[in-house]
């Protein structure tokens, strides 16, 4: 085999452009994006491509409503303002996740208590339980990377506790714990429908509940006037606040939500389709030293939002990430990524000292975090490298290419050290 590309050789890849592209756009997506835009490109009301979409959310995930809103973030907001979180509560938050699970919390002067993560990288059960105090209300669990976390435990813990449990399943569209469908164990879950989310509508997201008053408060929420004056029934102490609702605008455009619709119906094809190159990837790169590939749990189906490989410099004579991942890199493995924004989120400046952008924020004390406070998720960041997860037959060529980078680089490590 040639050199390494760092050093000289030349790269296993030279496939110019993007290695991989999210949401797939076929003819059928044009078209309902066209035919969208030709019907109407602004909608009040639960009415056309909003109501065909919350209906279909409904139905696949079973559950009795499905809001749509602007972005993932917002329905995060509106999944903490739709179950109370008032100023002062504490929601323990995984402290490994994309930021948006818990920044909401800042606007409703609750309190974010990060929670460490256990050896997958979600949320660990025992690190949540030691949190729990008599101002703790909710529980916000991410399934990381598109796999389930202990979800059963967390049920278990939060109703012995009296506390909600709520989901961020922005990454896991699909993913089912004992076949059933994450979105739906908790209380109330929030998605996005984010670019490269498994269901994408560019921009967009969701909240699913069966309970019908968060139903009308994320609808007071984000949603006023005409939709609530529509949907929260007349009888509700809540009807009179539809004009205004609670102030915020969180819809959702038509033509995301056209988008969404045409992906929805594929959705099931393109998570067997992951699942296979997950599977392919995981067996021909889990033979390999100084890369771990993830265990998936029992009765556990990931929805592959990405592939986290843990690197191990053990295995490669202690030659640091930062070195492996930029060997790769010139050999043209260009997604192979080191995660920038879903890290700990106690490295942000915001979650250190929130007071030069919220001056008035009134928990600084409660939140200062500093660097070593969640060691586990810190060691499994800082040796996380993601791969996208392909979806069709005709990218494993591409795939396998991926995988000769890395079974290169791995081989000619010793060239890379001292
Ligand atoms: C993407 C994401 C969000 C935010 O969604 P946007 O649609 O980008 O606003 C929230 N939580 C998690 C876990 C995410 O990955």
Not at 223 to 243: F, G, Q
Not at 257 to 268: P, R, Y
Not at 296 to 304: N, Q
Not at 335 to 348: A, M, T
Request: net charge negative.
């Amino acid at each position: 085999m040639n050199a390494l590309a760092l050093t000289g050789g030349s790269p296993v890849i030279s496939q110019l452009g993007s290695h991989f592209s999210w949401p797939p756009i076929t003819h059928a997506t044009t078209k309902a994006v066209l035919d969208q835009l030709t019907t109407t490109v602004s909608i009040y009301d639960r009415s056309g491509v909003i109501a065909e979409l919350e209906d279909a959310l409904q139905e696949y995930f079973g559950v009795r409503h499905a809001v749509l809103t602007s972005s993932g973030t917002a329905a995060v907001h509106s999944t903490y303002a739709a179950t109370c979180v008032e100023p002062g509560d504490e929601v323990i938050v995984p402290a490994y996740t994309f930021l948006a699970t818990a920044t909401p919390l800042f606007h409703l002067g609750a309190v974010p208590i990060l929670a460490d993560s256990d050896e997958t990288g979600n949320m660990s059960v025992a690190e949540v339980e030691a949190r729990i105090t008599n101002k703790t209300t909710a529980i916000m669990v991410t399934h990381l990377w598109g796999t389930p976390a202990d979800i059963d435990a967390l049920l278990a813990l939060a109703n012995r506790h009296g506390l909600a449990l709520l989901e961020d399943a922005s990454h896991a569209h699909g993913a089912t714990v004992h076949g059933q469908k994450v979105g739906t164990f908790g209380h109330t879950a929030a998605f996005s429908m984010n670019g490269p989310k498994p269901l994408s509508a560019g921009e967009g997201g969701f909240v699913l509940t069966d309970d019908d008053d968060v139903y009308h408060r994320v609808l007071l929420h984000g949603h006023y006037n005409k939709r609530c004056r529509n949907e929260i029934p007349a009888t509700s102490p809540m009807h009179p606040y539809a004009v205004t609702g609670m102030g915020l605008k969180f819809r959702i455009h038509p033509l995301a939500a056209a988008i969404a619709l045409d992906q929805l119906g594929s959705l099931d094809d393109y998570l067997n389709g992951r699942e296979n190159v997950a599977r392919y990837l995981c067996n021909q790169l889990g033979e390999l030293p100084g890369i771990a590939v993830p265990r998936t749990p029992d009765g556990v189906r990931p929805a592959w939002y990405g592939l986290p490989l843990t690197y191990v410099p053990e295995e490669l004579g202690g030659l640091p990430v930062k070195r492996f991942h930029e060997a790769l890199l010139a050999e043209g493995l260009k997604e192979v990524d080191q995660p920038g924004s879903i890290c700990p989120l106690s490295r942000f400046p915001l979650f250190r000292d929130p007071a030069p952008v919220f001056p008035h924020y009134p928990h600084r004390k409660r939140v200062a975090y500093r660097e070593g406070q969640f060691p586990v998720a810190e060691q499994i960041w800082q040796h996380t490298l993601k791969l996208p997860v392909w979806h069709r037959e005709e990218d494993l060529p591409l795939v396998d290419r991926y995988i000769d980078g890395l079974r290169k680089v791995i081989e000619h490590h010793t060239e890379l050290l001292g």
